[in-house]
């Protein structure tokens, strides 16, 4: 389904009016930015000032934000971190990051998880819009963006992701890429490559970039990334010992019966062991882009087109059973195919960044991208279920000339979804979501304290046509920061405020998901999701120490979750036994008021420290615990992590050991499974070969060292998809 004319002309209109005229920042500025920013891998280069450099924290999803200290919880991937985390999918090149996870629900589809917090909550932003695809409706979804051609990946926790939506209520993931150019390039042609391969899936990547100067302040680029795995390998058996157990004993129910045939199957699961089939993924991309700079003032169109075809792993407890014809009797014959997912995504962007000159408006800056998007969930060779959205998302932003102590910023957003699913398992029902907001984000500074403010309408409209339902929401959130700086350490607290409109999935679900092996079904009744938040940080050096220390908990009303009351249905949703063939769990989306809590904390200390040879000790440290009104536990919550890291840096080489520790979690509700604690043990080496420069940098490395089992507590697939095994990589980054 797409836009009608009535949608998008008047935006359309509204975007070319926001354009500007000239283009974005000079050399100067976008080097200085480059300064400025604070990466997790300048962690073992500049330990020292590391703590005051988070003060000046450039986040490019708007410059709105940049230097304000709401951000006590922002963390920014990359350069060599970036190279020695890399993923297919954002959420797994996060994972390490403190209070951060994925969804884990097959190599190919892996979403953030900020504190405890995923799906509708967390936004993933592309250099500030959203990814505009439908990973956040459903975990079996990928995320439609290419982390290989990835510059850097910020991530933003706490009140200052107000800016980007509603969404964001537990924070947002921005992935900055390079296809509409920064920049002037100083060279006639600057190149920018990446290779890795992963023996644990036989996993390849490779993917390229260029960017050339054209003169007279045009600058073109183009880059293209390509990635191709096998099923993943796993150490001892692939399902759980209770799955395993509940197995075997349906074969010798089958057994009993005569259905030996049905009981050898059953075994063959159970015993499944060293490899969980169907977990391939292969992932190509192509972007360009063409960026004008002139007088402080920038302006660029970029395009994309991203691909990727990845397997669900099935779950063997339950879930969609495809019948097909048999023709030779002419009746139903049983057939279990495997499920994949395939997705292509066509988008269109543009960046315009305008300098206003030396009055109350310092810049104006804009993006507006457009998004055509196909989601299609095979079983075996049969299209099962086509998923198509047209996206729309567009944000003006005036940035105010500093004041005195007054400096911030304000502007619009918009958003539109057309959705519709297509085929006899669509499960939802054909919807538009139409969304303005309204925003601002100021800060006072008095000497050593710093006072912060933002605050965001919001008006959402979500509608079916088919359901004949129209539902509206109105919206206010706000945020208040106070912080202070004791010289070198400062603390603070923020408090918010603040509101979600249920999504047109938690409204509209109604059918069998077949990639998930549920059937969903929404409430067109659900009201505003809202909450109060409140969060303590204390961040800076502690002698030759870098610490960052936060404690955040929020008070959620009418949380909206998916829940599992342990029933079975058909799919015509009608009720049947557990044991039945056509048995599919119900989920039910329902809401009832529930209250997070949580700590993170970091701290790298150089333990030795010369002009040729450094030790830099880290360690890091997640909690999250998550109850409804009820009593009972969310779902899907991350336990305990601990993280301690060593790395040894001597001229050209880095040497890094790290230990990962997830402690058990069994504080689940009913019908959802325990994890057992697990422990990772990681060692790389880079070198950089070329004297003087990071130009190049080689990378091998090896994960889970000792092969050890490990489940993910957040993924909906943990009793049958466990983390890889013992993985060797090689990774090979140049940039000239």
């Known amino acids: 389904m797409r836009m009608t004319a009535p949608h998008s002309l008047p935006l359309i209109a509204l975007a070319l009016a926001l354009v500007p005229q000239a283009a974005a920042a000079q050399d100067s500025q976008a080097s200085g930015e480059a300064t400025q920013t604070q990466s997790r891998s300048d962690m073992d280069d500049d330990f020292h000032n590391r703590a005051n450099s988070q003060y000046d924290i450039v986040v490019t999803a708007g410059q709105s934000i940049e230097n304000l200290d709401l951000l006590a919880g922002t963390s920014v991937v990359e350069g060599l971190e970036l190279q020695r985390n890399l993923d297919g999918q954002v959420g797994e090149i996060l994972e390490s990051l403190p209070g951060v996870s994925g969804t884990g629900f097959s190599p190919g589809a892996s979403r953030p998880i900020l504190r405890g917090f995923s799906g509708e909550r967390v936004r993933v932003l592309t250099d500030g819009l959203g990814s505009l695809d439908v990973s956040n409706t459903s975990d079996d979804h990928a995320v439609s963006i290419d982390p290989l051609t990835a510059e850097r990946i910020e991530v933003l926790r706490g009140p200052a992701v107000l800016l980007y939506g509603s969404q964001a209520i537990g924070g947002a993931v921005n992935v900055i890429d390079k296809r509409i150019p920064r920049n002037v390039p100083d060279e006639p042609v600057h190149i920018d490559a990446l290779a890795s391969y992963d023996t644990v899936n036989d996993e390849y990547r490779i993917g390229g970039s260029a960017t050339a100067p054209l003169g007279g302040g045009f600058v073109f680029h183009v880059d293209a990334s390509h990635l191709d795995a096998g099923d993943v390998e796993v150490p001892g058996y692939a399902l759980t010992d209770a799955l395993r157990a509940d197995l075997l004993a349906d074969a010798e129910v089958e057994d009993g019966e005569g259905e030996f045939e049905e009981a050898d199957e059953l075994r063959e699961r159970a015993n499944q062991s060293g490899i969980v089939p169907n977990t391939f993924v ?23 087109y991203y691909e990727t075809l990845y397997g669900v792993p099935e779950n063997p407890s339950g879930g969609h059973h495809h019948e097909e014809e048999d ?60 998923f198509d959205v047209t996206g729309f998302e567009g944000r003006a932003e005036f940035v105010q000339s500093p004041m005195g102590n007054l400096r911030g910023s304000f502007g619009g957003q918009f958003y539109i979804r057309d959705f519709s699913a297509i085929g006899e ?55 208040l920061g106070l912080s202070y700086d004791l010289g070198g350490l400062r603390i603070g607290v923020n408090g918010s405020r603040v509101g979600r409109a249920p999504a047109g999935e938690e409204l509209f679900a109604d059918g069998p998901h077949v ?84 700590v993170e904390a970091q701290i790298s200390v150089p333990l030795v420290e010369t002009d040729t040879f450094a030790v830099i000790g880290e360690a ?24 301690g890291a060593l790395t040894v840096r001597t001229g050209p080489f880095d040497l890094r050991g790290e230990v990962q520790h997830f402690g058990k979690q069994d504080d689940v509700p009913a019908f959802e499974s325990a994890t057992d604690a697990f422990t990772f043990v990681n060692a790389s080496l880079a070198w950089r070969p070329v004297r003087g420069n990071s130009n190049v940098t080689l990378l091998a490395k090896v994960d889970n060292i000792f092969d050890v089992e490990g489940r ?25």
């Open 425 to 479: 398992e669509a499960f939802v029902a054909p919807n538009e979501t139409e969304q303005f907001g309204f925003f601002t984000l100021q800060e006072l500074s008095f000497g050593n304290l710093q006072v912060e403010g933002a605050g965001r309408f919001e008006t959402t409209s979500a509608s079916s046509a088919p359901l004949g339902v129209d539902r509206r929401f109105n919206i206010f959130s706000g945020a």
């Open 282 to 304: 292969e992932t190509t991309s192509v972007n360009a882009g063409l960026g004008f700079f002139a007088n402080g003032s920038n302006f660029g169109f970029g395009g994309g």
């Open 515 to 598: 990639a998930t092996g549920q059937y969903e079904v929404g409430d067109v009744d659900l009201a505003i999701e809202r909450a109060w938040g409140v969060e303590g940080f204390v961040r800076g050096n502690l002698g030759p120490a870098s610490v960052n220390l936060t404690v955040f908990q929020s008070w959620f009303d009418d949380y909206i979750y998916l829940n599992n009351d342990g029933s079975f249905v058909d799919e015509e949703g009608d009720p049947v036994p557990a044991g039945d063939e056509e048995a599919i769990p119900l989920f039910t989306y329902l809401q009832q008021d529930a209250r997070y809590f949580g």
């Open 327 to 386: 023709g030779a009797g002419g009746g139903a014959e049983e057939e279990e195919e495997g499920v994949s997912i395939g997705l292509k995504q066509y988008r269109a962007d543009f960046r315009g960044d305008l300098d206003l000159g030396s009055g109350f408006l310092d810049r104006l800056q804009t993006r507006v991208g457009y998004s055509d998007y196909t989601h299609t969930e095979f079983e075996g060779s049969e299209v099962g279920t086509v």
């Open 620 to 643: 890091s440290a997640e909690y999250v615990e998550a109850e409804l009104d009820d009593g009972s536990p969310v779902p899907r919550i991350p336990p305990l992590g601990l993280e």
């Open 712 to 736: 993910r507590a957040t993924s909906f697939t943990r009793d049958y998809v466990p983390l890889p095994g013992r993985n060797f990589s090689l990774s090979a980054r140049l940039s000239f």
